[in-house]
């Protein structure tokens, strides 16, 4: 082993390393905990030397002061006014009584960073209008300063705290709406997926059960095969939905094991065994679109079909894959009577569960969907999805 080898294995086990942020709590006692030293170094202590020790009561005083400007750091993040107003006041006295008022100029700006960062609404809007006087005392304490600007720099720094507090209960806000949006597509791309792949097991289920009921009194072989078919789609709904789980727990965004474009024939031959008669025909050079383009199409093809068992049980439907330069174009059409009014109107508007759903994920992807009664009869779905993303 070179003597570079351990300096970059120590690098790399730094690297590594978990980097977690301290808890607010531990990040208060730290903040009011350094205050607290700073503060007791202004206290005149007995052991001073003569003229810089301070009697009993004036040692008492101070340490009440290091306390007041430091202690209720431990709840700045809830009562942020009181800890401004605590510190505020520490330095007034100080500065009454002609003390080093550093450590209680620190506490004030600390304390004037939280009010904008851990204040409520109210105490926010607040904050702007303090941090606007607080530049407009800067500036009219510059001009008439005659050379003195520590009156200046003072209201400039009050006014950088509470800025800079607020900026940072901005970008928290920004954070948390950002989170809320990202936790709320998770939901809504998690019901999408659920209704796409019980919808049509269910819908087929139904109709095999069904079809069983009616059977077993007249032809017991016709319904020991629609209870076969049961069981069989049974499975292959199982086999989906852990197929669904596992991909979302792996790679969701690489589509590990969600069904895909090459699927739809086994998902054509179910919904034959389901009593739809039902073709696919491709048009084009197939070739890969990408898991979340090829997802999209899978289900806009499963919905159609389970539409059409649920409404048009018996009826015909063919499935038309055509690959585009610029992407694919799904469309299923049947000769049923199609879903009801209730839900046929909002298919091309985005309502309703199953269209609605179809719609949102085409329009992710950049794609439209259109969903209608044919002139002819029967209805058509149809889907324009681009390529790879």
């Given at each position: 082993m070179s003597a570079d080898q351990p300096a970059a294995h120590g690098r790399a086990a730094w690297r590594a390393w978990p980097r977690q942020r301290l808890p607010a709590r531990e990040v208060d006692r730290l903040l009011s905990g350094a205050l607290l030293i700073w503060a007791l170094f202004d206290v005149p202590w007995w052991w001073r030397p003569p003229g810089h020790a301070g009697s009993a009561l004036v040692i008492l005083g101070t340490l009440g002061l290091a306390a007041a400007q430091s202690l209720p750091f431990l709840c700045r993040r809830t009562r942020p006014a009181g800890v401004l107003a605590l510190t505020g006041a520490a330095l007034a006295v100080k500065y009454a009584a002609h003390l080093n008022i550093w450590s209680a100029s620190a506490a004030v700006l600390a304390a004037a960073y939280g009010l904008g960062a851990y204040g409520s609404r109210t105490m926010r809007q607040i904050t702007r209008l303090l941090a606007g006087a607080g530049l407009v005392a800067a500036l009219v304490a510059l001009q008439?300063?005659?050379?003195?600007?520590?009156?200046?720099?003072?209201?400039?720094l009050l006014a950088t705290a509470l800025v800079l507090g607020e900026v940072t209960s901005s970008h928290r806000d920004i954070a948390t709406a950002a989170a809320r949006h990202a936790h709320d597509l998770d939901r809504a791309s998690l019901a999408?997926?659920?209704?796409?792949?019980?919808?049509?097991?269910?819908?087929?289920?139904?109709?095999?059960?069904?079809?069983?009921?009616?059977?077993?009194s007249a032809d017991p072989l016709a319904a020991a095969r629609a209870i076969g078919a049961i069981e069989q789609e049974a499975r292959a709904g199982l086999t989906e939905l852990n197929k669904l789980v596992r991909g979302m727990?792996?790679?969701?965004?690489?589509g590990a094991g969600l069904p895909q474009l090459a699927d739809l024939p086994l998902l054509v031959q179910r919904a034959a065994e389901s009593g739809l008669r039902a073709e696919l025909q491709v048009a084009g050079q197939p070739r890969s679109l990408g898991a979340e383009v090829e997802l999209a199409a899978y289900r806009v093809v499963q919905e159609s079909l389970t539409n059409t068992i649920r409404y048009a049980p018996g009826a015909a439907a063919t499935v038309r894959v055509a690959y585009r330069a610029d992407g694919i174009v799904v469309d299923v059409l049947d000769d049923g009577p199609g879903p009801p009014l209730t839900t046929a109107v909002p298919a091309a508007q985005g309502g309703g569960a199953g269209l609605a759903g179809l719609s949102e994920r085409t329009r992710l992807l950049d794609g439209h969907l259109e969903a209608g009664a044919r002139p002819g009869g029967g209805f058509a779905v149809r889907a324009f999805l681009p390529g790879s993303r």
């Open positions: 008439a300063g005659r050379g003195d600007h520590s009156a200046a720099v003072a209201c400039a999408r997926e659920l209704h796409d792949v019980l919808a049509h097991q269910l819908s087929a289920i139904a109709v095999q059960a069904g079809a069983a009921r009616l059977a077993s727990r792996e790679s969701s965004a690489a």
